[in-house]
């Protein structure tokens, strides 16, 4: 089911709805695509507020789906998740209008990492997780997703979220600075309008291009990282330990269901 896009106020308010709890997988992945390339098409000069459905934002990639290709074998297989993964967190992270992510509800490991790919972040004052919980889990985090986390989080607190791997509470989410305002469930889609609209369509030149100038070193330090290190994902995600702690996190995900 391809995202639900609407012009709202001056905005392109994009719905993920590619499942219940938006786990990313190949379909997530296509979804995404799909929505942007609708969105340059006929939104192009709107900016762009992206927000889930129900109490999650995207609890992050669909375990079923990767684990299964982690545990595959294959260097290729792995190299390609990372390949695909990568394209769709820069696709948003490059837009060149601004991008706002309306966090509704949880906001998981990738599905964080979703929001952080946004200009600004706004969240709803409800109960939910906000984390990097990747490593705790045994899946090595890539150069390309470490430079947009330090961009978003500053590096102190992007070393913090990535290496400990803990799940915040909203508050200490917030006090962490993951997001730019928090407001109540109401007030979330015209609070993230209204940051969208930090400029007049006049001045989207001047804001794709500034844009780029700040994401000029992250992007340069991507193009330069990914290549030297992601060499090294598929071997570490073929590491006993890593996956002693996936095959931990799946069965643990079998007795909840």
């Known amino acids: 089911m391809a995202w639900h896009i609407e012009a709202v106020d001056g905005c392109a308010v994009v719905r993920m709805n590619t499942n219940k709890v938006n786990v990313q997988n190949a379909l997530f ?26 109490d999650a934002f995207s609890a992050g990639i669909d375990f079923d789906y990767s684990f299964g290709i982690f545990g595959s074998g294959s260097k290729d297989a792995v190299r390609e998740w990372y390949k695909a993964y990568r394209e769709t967190n820069l696709r948003i992270f ?15 490991a990738g599905g964080l990492i979703t929001a952080l790919d946004c200009d ?33 989080l ?16 909203l508050e200490e989410a917030e006090r962490l600075g993951f997001f730019h305002e928090v407001v109540e469930p109401e007030q979330l889609l015209a609070t993230a309008i209204g940051y969208a609209k930090c400029i007049t369509p006049d001045c989207n030149t001047a804001y794709a291009m500034s ?29 006993a330990g890593n996956r002693r702690a996936q095959d931990r996190r799946r069965q643990e995900i079998m007795r909840k269901r």
């Open 29 to 54: 992945f296509a979804d995404l695509h799909d929505a942007f390339d609708r969105l340059e098409r006929e939104f192009g000069e709107l900016p762009v507020v992206l927000t889930g459905q129900g």
């Open 154 to 169: 500053g590096d102190q607190v992007g070393a913090l979220a990535t290496l400990r791997g803990k799940l915040y509470t």
């Open 94 to 108: 490059e837009y060149s209008r601004p991008t706002v992510a309306a966090v509704n509800g949880h906001a998981i």
């Open 211 to 239: 844009k780029k100038a700040l994401h000029d070193s992250v992007m340069r330090q991507i193009e330069e990282r990914t290549v030297a290190l992601d060499d090294y994902l598929p071997a570490g995600m073929g590491d």
């Open 120 to 152: 600004f972040r706004v969240a709803a004052r409800k109960p939910a997780k906000f984390g990097l919980n990747e490593v705790p889990i045994g899946i090595p985090m890539p150069a390309a997703y470490v430079e947009i986390i330090k961009y978003a």
